[in-house]
């Protein structure tokens, strides 16, 4: 299993990891760590920042294609980081809230297929994912519908609907009192079918 | 399950939120359902459904999509009933009255044959009536039970009363439960009668020769006898209940009365043999008798539509009332009927019936308790509100026997249309209603006046058709919402084992 990311800032309330120039987890995607207790993430944003702490990039005029090749070294004093959020832990077939942060260093490994489906087919897990604090996230709602699009993308078609009206009917539950942000997800969820 | 227990009170009922795949659409007001609640199960009737949201909001931007339709269901639209529960059984299935409520999400489910069963098949003799609305189970009433009270049925014209009281009819000669005397107005409970779309349909007689004798007061080929009284055996009181037709005052009838006191027996040939008199001679007569001259012309006057009567006679003979009360002694059902130019006579049906009743009421008094005890009577009255109205309460001989006669074993079955017209005294005194279609509001109302949870049973009534019936009182164990059985083959070779060639159609039609 191939690591996607390593976990290099972690202050209070933020979690971030390195991934590779060029190519960082996507928002709303779903990652683990490799050791015990096994933690899911799930990225809620990307950022490029500076390895030198003070620095800022110097304008080159160039397309960005062209930096790489005539500027090389601006690249490498830059890193593609993306912030993570702890959704829950699995403590043997049970998904309990996180019990803390991980360890620095902690290399971050993609959800496949099989286990995403099943981690995503948990009521409890989806509770989980909206026990994220909106005040400390505002955009926690969007990197949901993300993660629930990607998710019934990956629903073989003949269970596509069975899926989406159980992710539905549990949403409806939880946003029972916010009927347009409802809406929203359902709305933003049925366009993928 | 359909359902999960929300809320709710012995006396209010209970609300029931649906399941979000239930579509309330797949249940109806008067189905029966069943609570489970950990030790007792309790049996109710939906008698309303709600349709609820958590969320105006959503009616400003209303789900566009059957998809998105569906995941507001359960949350934030659902659905709820409405049930009131009417008995409750323990683990060893015995019933009894609500005492209890059930804990808050037991789960609710629509009854199923077991529960129709173990609700209205009990003690005593149960009789197949009819079979709830949504379900084919039977439902089944005591007819033991039915005929200790005072029962009424009530409905508009087409609801399908007769149907209904000619299965209920059947069901207490064919288990011997009483004697049955009915005014026949329609004549439709003798050997035959038409049904709605002018079928000729078995009925009484045909179903039971032996144990229904059918009298007329005309000639009438399906009837038994045809009926004679003799002027002796009418007194003044039978004739009172028609006073209205009659254009009877008050005076007239404290002037018959001084009559019969001079004249005795012979009062009404008396009376009748008046008529024609001049003024002068009529002067002499009252002044002979002791009463107002002009109160003596009024009541001859009044009475001269009596005369007329053919089976009012002046003879020796016995009187038809005689062999009609003999016939009821011995336990077989008699059914007067109106035929030839009695038909739809009001004169004629309050007159005879009321003569007749009134005997039956003081030959039922006279008893002694070990002759009262193998001898039940049912009287049934048709247009009942002519003779239970409020007006004439005090002179009232249907009044009398629904308020008092029940322990000497006579009680009344009413057929009805108007029940806002019958005396609230005596629809207290009903014990068990079958209630179809009604329409007007005082009706319905008087139909459930001092009816626990009438206004909730007053909702199921106005979901009824024709042929459906509420059935509730004192011979069932709970009100239910039922589709009267059919009243065709299967019933008619039910009855056919009283049938001389085993076929009630076979009498009716020859071979």
């Known amino acids: 299993m191939k690591s996607i990311g390593e976990i290099l800032l972690l202050r209070p309330s933020f979690i971030a990891a390195e991934g590779k120039r060029d190519f960082i987890p996507p928002i709303g995607s779903l990652l683990k760590n490799n050791s015990k207790p096994l933690r899911y993430l799930i990225v809620v944003d990307q950022f490029v920042e500076s390895r030198i702490p003070g620095r800022t990039p110097a304008p080159y005029g160039l397309d960005y294609g062209d930096i790489e090749s005539e500027q090389p070294q601006s690249t490498f004093l830059m890193r593609w980081m993306y912030q993570l959020v702890p959704v829950c832990e699995l403590n043997g077939t049970k998904y309990e809230a996180p019990t803390g942060v991980p360890d620095i260093h902690t290399l971050l490994y993609w959800v496949e297929d099989a286990e995403f489906t099943e981690v995503l087919s948990s009521s409890s897990f989806m509770d989980f994912l909206f026990r994220i604090d909106e005040t400390m996230l505002p955009q926690r709602n969007e990197v949901i519908m993300r993660l629930l699009r990607k998710f019934i993308v990956s629903v073989p078609q003949i269970n596509r609907d069975k899926e989406l009206l159980r992710i539905l009917t549990r949403l409806s539950i939880i946003f029972r009192n916010d009927y347009s942000t409802l809406k929203q997800f359902i709305k933003s969820l049925e366009v993928k079918i | ?511």
Do not use: C
Request: charged share 25%; glycine share 6%.
């Open chain 2, 1 to 511: 399950m359909i359902g999960f227990l929300k809320s709710g009170s012995v006396t209010e009922g209970f609300a029931v939120r649906l399941l979000r795949d239930v579509s309330p659409e797949s249940l109806k007001i008067g189905d029966f359902a069943v609570i489970e609640g950990r030790i007792y199960k309790f049996f109710g009737i939906i008698d309303d459904l709600r349709l609820l949201s958590s969320n105006e909001d959503v009616f400003f931007d209303p789900p566009e999509t059957p998809l998105q339709k569906l995941a507001l269901s359960g949350s934030i639209i659902y659905s709820e009933i409405q049930l009131s529960p009417y008995v409750m059984a323990d683990p060893d299935g015995n019933l009894m009255s609500i005492k209890t409520v059930p804990e808050h999400f037991s789960s609710v489910r629509l009854a199923e044959n077991r529960d129709i069963e173990l609700v209205f098949k009990r003690g005593g003799k149960p009789f197949f009536i009819g079979t709830p609305l949504t379900m084919d189970e039977h439902i089944y009433v005591d007819l033991e039970k039915l005929s200790m009270r005072n029962n009424a049925i009530f409905g508009i014209t087409g609801s399908g009363k007769t149907v209904l009281a000619k299965i209920v009819f059947s069901g207490l000669i064919r288990n011997e439960i009483a004697s049955l005397l009915i005014f026949d107005m329609h004549n439709e409970y003798g050997r035959s009668s038409k049904n709605e779309e002018g079928r000729v349909e078995p009925s009484l007689k045909t179903f039971f020769p032996k144990n229904v004798k059918v009298f007329d007061v005309a000639h009438n080929p399906d009837a038994d006898s045809i009926i004679t009284i003799p002027y002796v055996d009418v007194d003044p009181e039978d004739i009172a209940l028609t006073s209205e037709i009659l254009h009877y005052s008050e005076k007239s009838e404290e002037t018959a009365l001084l009559v019969r006191r001079r004249k005795g027996k012979e009062w009404l040939k008396f009376l009748f043999s008046l008529q024609g008199k001049t003024d002068e001679e009529l002067a002499e007569i009252s002044e002979s008798l002791g009463v107002n001259s002009a109160s003596l012309s009024a009541l001859i006057r009044h009475t001269t539509r009596l005369s007329e009567l053919d089976f009012l006679q002046d003879t020796m003979e016995e009187s038809s009332i005689n062999q009609i009360l003999n016939y009821l002694k011995s336990g077989i059902s008699v059914v007067v009927q109106f035929s030839g130019k009695y038909k739809n006579s009001a004169l004629v049906y309050f007159l005879v019936a009321n003569i007749i009743s009134r005997r039956i009421h003081g030959k039922h008094e006279s008893m002694s308790d070990s002759e009262l005890k193998r001898l039940r009577t049912v009287i049934v009255i048709e247009e009942a509100h002519k003779f239970l109205s409020t007006n004439l309460k005090e002179r009232n001989i249907f009044g009398i026997i629904a308020r008092e006669m029940r322990k000497f074993n006579v009680t009344l079955f009413i057929i009805d249309q108007r029940p806002s017209e019958i005396d609230p005294e005596v629809l207290s005194q009903v014990g068990t209603r079958f209630v179809l279609q009604m329409m007007d509001e005082s009706d319905i109302d008087s139909v459930f006046q001092g009816v626990g949870g009438g206004s909730r049973l007053k909702k199921i009534l106005r979901s009824l058709q024709a042929r459906e019936s509420l059935l509730f009182g004192f011979s069932v164990p709970m009100p239910v919402a039922m589709r009267v059985r059919e009243f065709g083959e299967d019933f008619f070779k039910e009855m056919q084992l009283n049938s001389p060639h085993g076929d009630p159609n076979k009498d009716l039609y020859g071979e």
